[in-house]
C-alpha cells in the first residue's frame, strides 16, 4: 500500500511539467530551424520572444523541486529524482537558449541570397529532437538504458556537423564572398551540435536517478 | 539571460474561507502569561500547523480552540476567539456542543478499553443516536475515513487495545469523525508512532483536510513541513510567554520566511 500518496501525486506533476516544457523546447528548435529554411523573420522573432517562456517555465519547476526538498524530505529515488530533474530544467533552458540563437543567426542572414540548399543541417535538427523526445522518454520510464543508447548517438550529430563544416569551408576556400553567410550556417550548426551534447547530459541524469550511479557516457568530441 | 522572474505564486490550496480566529488573545495560568496578543487566522479545509520550541505555548494554544483549558484551575482568557465569528468564550456557549464540533486527537493514542466498534459507536450513542443500523454505518464510515476499515472490518467486536500502535491512533481520528466534527485539533499526534505509521496519518490527514479544517501541534518541524498548508510559528519572550512570530504557506516558511528568528528555529540555529 502506497502511504506518501500527497508526496508521489506532487512528483509525477513535477515530471508531467518538464515533459511540457521539453514539448516547449522541441518546438523552439524545429520552429527555428523551419524559420532558417523559409527566411521566415515573424516565426524567428517569435521564437526569442516566446525563449521566455521557457525560461518561466523553468524557474516555475525550480522552485516546485525546491519545496518539494524543503517540506518532505525526498529520500533515495525519490531525491535523485527531483535532482535529476533539476539538473534536466538546466539542459533543457540552454536548449531553448540555442534554439532562441539560431532564430538570432535567421534574423541576421535577413533575405541574404541561400547559399545552398539545406540537407545536413535539418538532418541535425530531425536526430536532436529525436533524441530529446526520447530522453524525457527515458526518464519519465526509468529507462537507463534507453538513456545510455540515446547518448551515444550524439555521435551522428558530430558527424553531420563536421560535414556541414568541411562542406562549408570548400565553399569559402572557393569564393571568399560567401565567407559570411557560410559562417552563418556554421553557427547554426554549432547551435544544434551543442543542443545534442546537452540531451547526452539529459541522458547521463537519467542514468543517475535510475541507477544512483554517476556514469559519463561517451564524451562528446567538440 | 535577463528575464523579469515572476515567480509562481505560493498559494496554500485553502479555499480562503476562515473557520476560526483568534483576535488579541491572550491567555494565562494564574499570574503566568502564556500567550501573549496572539492574532491568527485558521483557514477552513486547510491544515494548519503550529510549530516552535518547547514551553512556548503551542498545546495551549491548540487547546483553546475547544476549551480545553477550562479544566485546568486559574485559566483565564482575554480577547476573542471565534468559530465562524461567533466567540466561543461567551458565557452563553454550550462547551459540549463545541467539543462536538471541534474535535481533538491526543498525543497517545487513547481508546476506550473497549471494542473497536463501540470506541468509534461511543461519541454518536452519546449524542443520542441509537438506532443499531444507522450507527453501523456511521463506525463503517468513519472507520473508511480514517484509513483503517480494511485492517478492522473482520474483528470491529475485538478489544480496541489489541491493535498497533498507529492503528490505534488512526481509531482514535475514527472516532472524532464519528460526531461529524467540523475542526480537529491535533496535538502531537504522531509522537507515539513510528516512522511509517506517522507517514499513513499524514497521508490521512491530508485526504481529510478536503472535508474538515485541520490544526496541529508538532514538535517535529518535517512534519509540519511535510503535512501543512499553513505553518505558524511560536516562541517564548523573556518573560517566557508564547507570541506568534510568522504565519504562512508552509511551502514559504521552509523556504524562505520572512522573520530571522523563524529562519533560524527552522535551520537548527536556535530552539
Redesign the interface.
Known sequence: ME?????HKKLRQIQDEILAMGSMVEKAIEQSVEALKNRDLDTANRIIKDD?NI??KR??IE??C??LI????PMAGDLRNIICILNILTELERIG?YAEGIAKIVIMIGDEPPLKPLIDIPRMTEKTIDMLHRSLDALVNHNADAAREIATEDDEVDNLYDQVFRELLTFMAEDPKTITRATRLIWVAHNLERAADRVTNICERVVFFVTGKMEEIGASKY | MNINLELTERKAPVSGEIRMSTRDMSLYYGDFQALRDITLDISENAITAVIGPSGCGKSTFLRLFNRMNDLITGVRVEGRVELDDVDIYDKDIDVVELRKRVGMVFQKPNPFPMSVFENVAFGPRRHGRKNRIELEDVVEKSLQQAAIWDEVKDKLGQSALALSGGQQQRLCIARVLAVEPEVILMDEPCSALDPIATLRIEDLMRSLSENYTIVIVTHNMQQAARASDMSAFFMMEEDRAGVLVECGPTAEIFTNPKDKRTEDYITGRFG
Open positions: 502511504i506518501r500518496t500527497a508526496f521566455r525560461n518561466r524557474y516555475e522552485e516546485k525546491i519545496q524543503a517540506t518532505q524530505q537558449d
